[in-house]
Structure formats: structure tokens, C-alpha cells
């Protein structure tokens, strides 16, 4: 079995986790102060890495910028979006709605800026996607209180602006950082993340950090398990396929963490999130079947 073959399902696994470590590191740390010692930590273990390895840094001044940029929008202004508006009060289910329609926005822009074009079953893969998603989170929806969404529309255009950024972020990658060692590039994109979560977290936050067991846990996988493996397969298969197939994976994460979150928590997990898992593995299916790109 190649690595092509079990990447995505790999990636969505660990991926998947990431919301299971936020669960566990919340109570201990602020969101933008926990990123940004997690981002701190990655990209001195993988420069180390790189160095150990002897891997070749980018070699030319836009190769570096191009890398640190990417970081910026891949994960600064992304991770410290989404983190800050759930602290915030931004529930879940709307953040992870929010997230799914990163895909959408990906397949309809990247014809315009990389020259990919979608064929008719990888249009329907993605909207089957982006329903059974609806299908998986539509009740959590409707039972919000509206009082609630009001008092959170500022962290809930955070959480629009942080999807948009993944997805620029997303294209950004696939346009200018198709040459170049992983381990060089992904080191140099946490340090940009790092740039823009430690200034936020500088100017908004009290830097708290309770350094306690579950801290240590949750900083050692998300350093680990998410930081270091999980966006090594990210960008390995944005390298390897479409952006538009490696945005589209994103669609199983919530159905994931929902069997995780069930699993480890007790929380239920509803007849709507079953059906919706199913209708979201087909639409994945189809966006990411190999077939001929129309020319």
C-alpha cells in the first residue's frame, strides 16, 4: 500500500485529533499563547530536522518569503482565527460549518489562479460534501439561541476570515511552493505562524499558561501528532494532487471528531451526524477519484 493511498485517510485521522487537544488544553492555556508555543516548538524541531537531515533551504529570497507567507494565512491568521472565535464563544458546530465551505471556495477559485478545472463529478463531489455536512451539524444549528449568534458576529467574521485565509493560503502553496524540500518549507511557514499568533497574543491576551499534565499532553501531541506528521501529509498531498482534492478532506474532519468526541467523551453522536458521515465519505469519493482534468 503506497503512501498516495493512505495519506488522505491518515491525515484526516490525525487532523481530526487536533480538536480533541483543544478540548484538553483549553482550561490550561489561552488559544494564541498555546499556538504560538506550539508553532515555536515545530519550527525549531523541524529546522532541526532540516539541518540534521541536511535538506536544502529555499535558495533564493522569494523561496524564503514565499514559505514564511504561506505560514502566515496555512496557519497564523487560520489556527489563530478559528481558536480565538471558539474561545470566544463561536460554538463548534458553526465553526466547523464555516470551515466546510473552504472546499467550495477552493474549487471555485482555483480555476481563476492555478488553471485547475473541476469535472462535473468532482462539482458534485464537492456539494455532496458541503450537504452532508449541512445534513451532520443543521440540528446544533437550530438549536442555537439567536441571542447567542448575535453576541458573537465579531468572532464569527474571524472565523470567516480565518477560512478564507486557509483556503488563499491553500492556493498559495500549490502556486509557488511546488519546488523545494517539505521539511525546509513547513519550518519556515511556523515561523511565520508564529510571527502573527505571538504579536496577537502580545496585544490581546494575558499569556496565561497553566503548566500542568494535560498542558503537556495536549502541547506534546499537538506539536507532534499535528504540527509535525499531519501537516507534512498536508502538504505532501497538495503537492501530489489538486488543491481542490486536498481542500476537500477537510469534509471528514468534523464527522471524525464526532465518532472521536463520542468515543472518549460519551458525546452522542445523532442519527443526522450518521447520515450526514455517509453522504460527506461519497462526496469526498468523487472529488478525489482520478479522472481526466478537462483541458
Given at each position: 500500500?503506497?503512501?498516495?493511498?493512505?495519506?488522505?485517510?491518515?491525515?484526516?485521522?490525525?487532523?481530526?485529533?487536533?480538536?480533541?487537544?483543544?478540548?484538553?488544553?483549553?482550561?490550561?492555556?489561552?488559544?494564541?499563547?498555546?499556538?504560538?508555543?506550539?508553532?515555536?516548538?515545530?519550527?525549531?524541531?523541524?529546522?532541526?530536522?532540516?539541518?540534521?537531515?541536511?535538506?536544502?533551504?529555499?535558495?533564493?529570497?522569494?523561496?524564503?518569503?514565499?514559505?514564511?507567507?504561506?505560514?502566515?494565512?496555512?496557519?497564523?491568521?487560520?489556527?489563530?482565527?478559528?481558536?480565538?472565535?471558539?474561545?470566544?464563544?463561536?460554538?463548534?458546530?458553526?465553526?466547523?460549518?464555516?470551515a466546510a465551505l473552504q472546499p467550495l471556495l477552493t474549487a471555485v477559485a482555483a480555476p481563476f489562479i492555478v488553471g485547475e478545472r473541476l469535472t462535473p463529478r468532482q462539482k458534485l463531489g464537492v456539494l455532496l460534501g458541503f450537504a452532508g455536512l449541512a445534513v451532520a451539524i443543521a440540528p446544533r444549528l437550530l438549536a442555537l439561541d439567536p441571542a447567542m449568534i448575535q453576541t458573537a458576529l465579531v468572532p464569527l467574521v474571524i472565523n470567516v476570515f480565518g477560512m478564507v485565509s486557509v483556503t488563499a493560503g491553500t492556493i498559495y502553496?500549490?502556486?509557488?511552493?511546488?519546488?523545494?524540500?517539505?521539511?525546509?518549507?513547513?519550518?519556515?511557514?511556523?515561523?511565520?505562524?508564529?510571527?502573527?499568533?505571538?504579536?496577537?497574543?502580545?496585544?490581546?491576551?494575558?499569556?496565561?499558561?497553566?503548566?500542568?499534565?494535560?498542558?503537556?499532553?495536549?502541547?506534546?501531541?499537538?506539536?507532534?501528532?499535528?504540527?509535525?506528521?499531519?501537516?507534512?501529509?498536508?502538504?505532501?498531498?497538495?503537492?501530489?494532487?489538486?488543491?481542490?482534492?486536498?481542500?476537500?478532506?477537510?469534509?471528514?474532519?468534523?464527522?471524525?471528531?464526532?465518532?472521536?468526541?463520542?468515543?472518549?467523551?460519551?458525546?452522542?453522536?445523532?442519527?443526522?451526524?450518521?447520515?450526514?458521515?455517509?453522504?460527506?465519505?461519497?462526496?469526498?469519493?468523487?472529488?478525489?477519484?482520478?479522472?481526466?482534468?478537462?483541458?
Amino acid at each position: 500500500m503506497t503512501l498516495d493511498r493512505i495519506a488522505p485517510a491518515l491525515f484526516v485521522l490525525l487532523w481530526s485529533t487536533g480538536w480533541i487537544a483543544a478540548k484538553y488544553a483549553s482550561p490550561h492555556a489561552d488559544p494564541l499563547t498555546f499556538l504560538s508555543i506550539r508553532f515555536l516548538l515545530a519550527a525549531v524541531l523541524l529546522g532541526g530536522i532540516t539541518v540534521f537531515s541536511r535538506a536544502m533551504w529555499p535558495s533564493t529570497r522569494a523561496g524564503w518569503a514565499h514559505a514564511v507567507l504561506s505560514g502566515v494565512l496555512l496557519h497564523g491568521l487560520y489556527l489563530g482565527g478559528v481558536w480565538w472565535a471558539i474561545a470566544q464563544g463561536v460554538p463548534s458546530s458553526v465553526s466547523g460549518l464555516i470551515a466546510a465551505l473552504q472546499p467550495l471556495l477552493t474549487a471555485v477559485a482555483a480555476p481563476f489562479i492555478v488553471g485547475e478545472r473541476l469535472t462535473p463529478r468532482q462539482k458534485l463531489g464537492v456539494l455532496l460534501g458541503f450537504a452532508g455536512l449541512a445534513v451532520a451539524i443543521a440540528p446544533r444549528l437550530l438549536a442555537l439561541d439567536p441571542a447567542m449568534i448575535q453576541t458573537a458576529l465579531v468572532p464569527l467574521v474571524i472565523n470567516v476570515f480565518g477560512m478564507v485565509s486557509v483556503t488563499a493560503g491553500t492556493i498559495y502553496q500549490k502556486r509557488y511552493l511546488q519546488e523545494g524540500d517539505l521539511r525546509a518549507i513547513a519550518s519556515l511557514q511556523y515561523v511565520g505562524g508564529f510571527l502573527v499568533v505571538a504579536a496577537l497574543a502580545l496585544l490581546i491576551e494575558p499569556l496565561r499558561v497553566d503548566w500542568t499534565l494535560e498542558f503537556f499532553l495536549a502541547m506534546g501531541w499537538s506539536v507532534l501528532g499535528l504540527s509535525l506528521v499531519s501537516v507534512m501529509l498536508l502538504l505532501y498531498l497538495i503537492r501530489r494532487g489538486q488543491v481542490s482534492r486536498a481542500a476537500s478532506l477537510t469534509y471528514l474532519v468534523p464527522p471524525a471528531v464526532a465518532i472521536e468526541s463520542w468515543i472518549m467523551f460519551g458525546e452522542e453522536l445523532t442519527v443526522p451526524m450518521i447520515v450526514g458521515t455517509l453522504i460527506v465519505v461519497v462526496g469526498v469519493w468523487l472529488t478525489n477519484r482520478k479522472t481526466r482534468v478537462i483541458a
